[in-house]
């Protein structure tokens, strides 16, 4: 699915939900969701990689899409209704499943679907979008994907799905471990 897809799916789901999204957390969100579907399934959820930009993970067909609201530093999904968002008129619980059957068999599309709302449950959480922001810059697939470039430079570096996968398998791997010593 394109990236332009899957934001309509997050600002909606999350408008709901009352929390509001700025450019950066959108890029966040997808970036997320992104990672972890590829970790946890191998799955390429959306069409287009992240670049490494000094203001977090950055996709450039949604400042092209979402220009104005960017340069006006405006919430994204403020008051948007699904014509808004233009879902077609779709019944709008079913908008990701049905992006997903197109690619994946019934069983994959679901898993997806549920791992994407875990991980938005899990990062709006009790997370301001600056904590969020400063664990991103913390993990690995940033600063690999920046290389040697400052940190205040602009970056026009992929991140890879590889070098997410690897990262978040780690973090899997040491979640199983601190579970298992609690248990002990």
Known sequence: MTT?????????????????????????????????????????????????????????????????????????????????????????????????????????????RDVCEEVLERYTENLKISDLLNLYYREDPHSDARGNIKPLERCHNKISLVLMKSYFVRKLEIEKILKQSENN
Do not use: M
């Open 4 to 112: 332009i897809e899957f934001s309509k799916y997050i600002l909606y789901k999350l408008n709901k939900e009352q929390i509001y999204v700025s450019f950066t957390s959108l890029n966040l969100f997808i970036y997320y969701c992104q990672a972890w579907c590829y970790t946890l399934f191998g799955i390429e959820l959306i069409n287009e990689l992240p670049e490494a930009d000094v203001g977090g993970p950055r996709y450039a067909s949604l400042y092209d899409h979402y220009r104005e609201a960017v340069t006006s530093n405006r919430c994204l999904n403020c008051n948007l209704t699904s014509e808004e968002l233009k879902l077609d008129n779709e019944d709008f619980d079913n908008y990701l499943i049905t992006l997903l059957l197109k690619s994946f068999d019934e069983e994959k599309a679901t898993d997806t």
